[in-house]
């Protein structure tokens, strides 16, 4: 049962990421685009709040395998990730 849980809350982890980026990257188009300028800065918030959260809770479950060269190349293109994403609306919030 425990195990069952623990691959139900990874894939709902997995799914928050995905969603995240998604609608994170809608917020980026909408801040290019001209319809939904005045609201892209929420939506981008938004995106990334559960983009982050869904990919540090995938980091922390992983954390077992956690030796292996692939699980280090993730945890390091996930700091890049984020340090590009808070450059990314730094940039947004003030142009």
Do not use: D
Not at 18 to 39: E, N, P, Q, T
Not at 51 to 69: C, D, F, L, W
């Amino acid at each position: 049962m425990v195990n069952n849980t623990h691959n139900s809350n990874l894939r709902v982890a997995h799914s928050a990421a995905a969603i995240g980026a998604g609608i994170l990257g809608f917020g980026f188009g909408a801040f290019w685009g001209s319809g939904l300028k005045s609201y892209a800065l929420w939506i981008i918030i938004v995106g990334a709040v559960i983009h982050v959260a869904g990919m540090v809770i995938v980091q922390y479950t992983n954390r077992s395998k956690e030796n292996t060269p692939m699980a280090k190349a993730l945890w390091i293109s996930a700091w890049i990730c984020l340090v590009a994403l808070i450059g990314l609306i730094v940039y947004v919030s003030v142009k």
